[in-house]
Every structure is written in structure tokens, then in C-alpha cells.
Nanobody
Framework: QVQLVESGGGLVQPGGSLKLSCATS????????MGWFRQAPGKQRELVAA???????NYADSVKGRFTIDRDNAKNTVYLQMNSLKPEDTAVYYC??????????WGQGTQVTVSS
């Protein structure tokens, strides 16, 4: 059974930091591209950051220079370090494992709220 479990969300003040984790099981983690997505109320889910099997990364323009995605193949886990958080970063953050249209999996999401 495939499981992706996000953790690390919460309430943080503007300018603060959070680190999200996504622990996976039931997949051969190193052969999956991994991504973090987010969905704010009333908006579509959007890609925040992704890391390929080879470690190449890409980021949404809105988070470049503030967020860092990293994967640990030994721990079957992907991380998202979020710095200089803004109120517009408030959303539910989802982890995704991707190996093509027929092999992709989502986590249940973790809430991130940036507010004073």
C-alpha cells in the first residue's frame, strides 16, 4: 500500500520559516520524481517545487529564493524548507510522487497558515 504522509505544517508569522516533510512508503522512492503542491481556498492546486530522480529542482516563480526542496533517498522522504513566509503562502500543501500518468500518488495534505 502506497502512503505519502506530510507533516510540519502550522501557523507562522510573516517572515517566519517552516520545514515540511513527506515520508513515503510502498514505492521505490529513488525512481519517483517528487513534488510539493499547494491549494489555497478558492484557487486551483499549483506546483510549488519539484525534484527529479537525479536531483534537479524547479520552483514556482513566487517561491524562488525562499523555498528549497530536497530529497533523502535513504529515508524515502522529501522536504520543503520554507523561509521568508508571506500571507499569500497560506494553503494546504500536498506531496506528490510521480512516475508518469498511471503511477502518481498524493499525500493527504498539511495546512500552512501565515498570519500575524
Amino acid at each position: 500500500q502506497v502512503q505519502l504522509v506530510e507533516s510540519g505544517g502550522g501557523l507562522v508569522q510573516p517572515g517566519g520559516s517552516l520545514k515540511l516533510s513527506c515520508a513515503t512508503s510502498g514505492i521505490i522512492f529513488p525512481i519517483y520524481a517528487m513534488g510539493w503542491f499547494r491549494q489555497a481556498p478558492g484557487k486551483q492546486r499549483e506546483l510549488v517545487a519539484a525534484v527529479s530522480t537525479g536531483g534537479n529542482t524547479n520552483y514556482a516563480d513566487s517561491v524562488k529564493g525562499r523555498f528549497t526542496i530536497d530529497r533523502d533517498n535513504a529515508k524515502n522522504t522529501v522536504y520543503l524548507q520554507m523561509n521568508s513566509l508571506k500571507p499569500e503562502d497560506t494553503a494546504v500543501y500536498y506531496c506528490r510522487a510521480d512516475r508518469g500518468p498511471l503511477r502518481n500518488y498524493w499525500g493527504q495534505g498539511t495546512q500552512v497558515t501565515v498570519s500575524s
